[in-house]
């Protein structure tokens, strides 16, 4: 198995192929942790080596809190991926982000309930800073990327993450908003931590499909998937640019982010 992979890519609801890859192939990979959510399509686009991995499955079969986070993070891991971008789907928690607009997370507040967030095992504790949860290097990246494809996006933006598949009550949406947060969704944690403890850089776009119910308009999923169709070309757009932005070397402290975390 090629362990020369530079970027992997999750794809969120909407984008179940990246629409990018040329000499692409399927690649079948188990983990100690389980299967992925499915095969990962690993080819090449402007020269760089590139993997893919819807994170619902091809079908979008598997819902947000069924997911095998540590599965799909160990599958990029084992493909020699450094890098990981995140596109996701998401609601808002401010007037201002509108259905249609993109927003980039630089924080999370974790309100899941039963998902395995770690790779430690007995006898190994690590205590992982998140304090900045996101790469630097690619949030630049992906700024300069949307900078060039005429696209706003909402910068320094926290994300609200819930458990699902449900979506949430007026009175849990009314609190959400209540925090100062930004947008809501189901699957930036813990995939984001995994990949800061497997050492690997990632940063998230997130489309907006919809006022959370805050708004007193009930969310629907066939609201969520009609503004994620008419964004998947955006997407795309700028995953492509991204490619083109990301720099060759790492410079940042993703690298290392072991070094101080285990006792």
């Not at 983990?31 to 992925?36: E, H, I, L, M, R």
């Not at 974790?110 to 800073?129: A, E, L, M, P, Y």
């Not at 699902?164 to 959400?176: L, V």
């Amino acid at each position: 198995m090629d362990k020369d992979v530079e970027i992997g890519i999750f794809g969120g609801t909407g984008i179940y192929d990246s629409g990018l890859l040329e000499d692409a192939q399927d690649v079948t990979i188990k983990t100690p942790y389980g299967n992925p959510s499915d095969d990962i399509t690993v080819g090449t686009f402007m020269g760089r080596k590139i993997a893919f991995l819807p994170r619902h499955g091809k079908k979008h079969t598997i819902p947000p809190h069924l997911i095998n986070y540590r599965a799909n993070i160990w599958a990029f891991k084992e493909l020699g991926t450094s890098r990981i971008i995140a596109p996701s789907a998401v609601g808002s928690l401010k007037e201002e982000i509108m259905p249609g607009h993109f927003v980039m997370p630089s924080q999370f507040l974790d309100f899941t309930k039963s998902r395995k967030g770690t790779f430690s095992k007995d006898g190994r504790v690590i205590h992982i800073s998140v304090a900045d949860p996101f790469c630097p290097e690619l949030q630049s990246s992906i700024i300069e990327s949307a900078v060039k494809q005429n696209i706003d996006i909402h910068r320094n933006c926290t994300y609200v993450c819930i458990e699902g598949p449900r979506f949430s009550t007026k009175a849990e949406s009314k609190f959400y908003k209540s925090t100062g947060a930004d947008i809501i969704g189901m699957t930036m944690v813990p995939e984001c931590q995994l990949a800061r403890e497997a050492q690997m850089c990632y940063a998230s776009v997130s489309t907006v499909t919809d006022y959370d119910v805050w708004a007193e308009k009930p969310v629907t999923a066939k609201e969520v998937i009609n503004t994620l169709e008419e964004n998947v070309k955006k997407t795309r757009d700028i995953l492509k640019e991204l490619v083109r932005c990301i720099p060759s070397n790492r410079e940042c402290k993703c690298p290392d982010a072991l070094k101080e975390a285990e006792f």
